[in-house]
């Protein structure tokens, strides 16, 4: 499972998504986020490991995700992968 992280680590900073910019049009633009976790078994069925994913609502662009448990702390650390902009300013909505 490291492996898609460290893909995604490897990648350069500008492939990363950005916020979209609204046009002038839109007199109040506001950043959305989906947040959804799913597990899967890897080799057994006692070994259950979760994708926990960020995705901007309007473009479809995942934001950030982190493989882990289901706990408090994985939650975290999808919290603390995300864009610091996603952080401040967006209205998040889960499954």
Request: hydrophobic share 45%; charged share 20%.
């Given at each position: 499972?490291?492996?898609i992280?460290?893909c995604?680590?490897?990648?350069?900073?500008?492939l990363?998504?950005q916020?979209?910019?609204?046009?002038?049009?839109?007199?109040i633009?506001?950043?959305?986020?989906?947040a959804?976790?799913?597990?899967?078994?890897?080799?057994?069925?006692?070994?259950?490991?979760?994708?926990?994913?960020?995705m901007d609502?309007?473009?479809?662009?995942?934001?950030?995700?982190?493989?882990?448990?289901?706990?408090h702390?994985?939650?975290?650390?999808l919290?603390?992968?995300?864009?610091?902009?996603?952080?401040?300013?967006?209205t998040?909505?889960?499954?």
């Open positions: 499972m490291n492996f992280v460290t995604f680590a490897a990648l350069p900073d500008h990363h998504g916020p979209v910019a609204f046009p002038r049009a839109v007199i633009g506001r950043l959305e986020v989906e959804d976790e799913m597990w899967n078994c890897v080799k057994q069925k006692a070994n259950k490991q979760w994708l926990w994913s960020a609502k309007q473009t479809r662009q995942i934001m950030a995700f982190h493989v882990g448990d289901w706990s702390e994985s939650a975290k650390q919290w603390g992968n995300l864009p610091a902009v996603y952080r401040a300013q967006a998040f909505y889960t499954d």
